[in-house]
Every structure is written in structure tokens, then in C-alpha cells.
């Protein structure tokens, strides 16, 4: 996932993760514990409540991380800023891809109001 980082970026990050989760080993379970749970939560009988919950753990989480990790290197912001831009850009992609899967099948029925 962070491959469009470059190979000194990803040693900083990767030694700054291990850092904040050595010396924090409450996140290092709570970290654990999600991982656990995004199985269930995205298996094909989970509900969209069960997916929405378990993104905002994540999400919870990954901001806990963040923030222990810019304690441990504070010269992480502009690899976060990167990482930010890298998500924000694959999920842009995703939402045109399903508009676009979605978009054919509305468009033969514009034009004509039955009236």
C-alpha cells in the first residue's frame, strides 16, 4: 500500500510504526483486534451497518496510530500528506468506477416523461 512512497519514506514510516507500537502496546492489541474484526465485518453475511462500524474503528484507530507515530517523528507529516493524497486520488477512482458502472443503464431512460 505505500509503494508510491519512496524507499527511504517507507524505512522512516515502518521504524516510526514500530517505534509507537512497541512503546504503545494498548494500540498495538486495539490494532490486532480490528484486523480481527474487518474479516467478519466485510464477509459476504455482514450487514452495512456491521461494514460502517468497522471502518469507523479503523478509521479510529489509524488516527491513534498517526498520532503516536508523529510523536515518535514528527518529520512524518509530509509522508502522511502523501499517504492522504494516495487515498483521497483511489478512492475518487473508485466512486467514477462505480458511477460509471452504474450511469449506462439510468441514461436510455432521460428524455421522455411519459406525459
Known sequence: ?????????????????AKALADNPDLKVEGETVAKEGGQAMSA????????????KM???????????LKEDPTLEPIFTKIDKQISEMKAKQLGAMQNSTNPTNSSNTGSSGH
Open 45 to 56: 453475511g455482514a450487514t452495512a451497518a456491521d461494514r460502517q462500524a468497522f471502518i469507523e
Open 1 to 17: 500500500m505505500l509503494a508510491f512512497l519512496t524507499p527511504a519514506e517507507q524505512i522512516q514510516y515502518a521504524k516510526a510504526r
Open 59 to 69: 478509521n479510529s484507530h489509524r488516527q491513534k496510530l498517526r498520532q503516536a507515530m
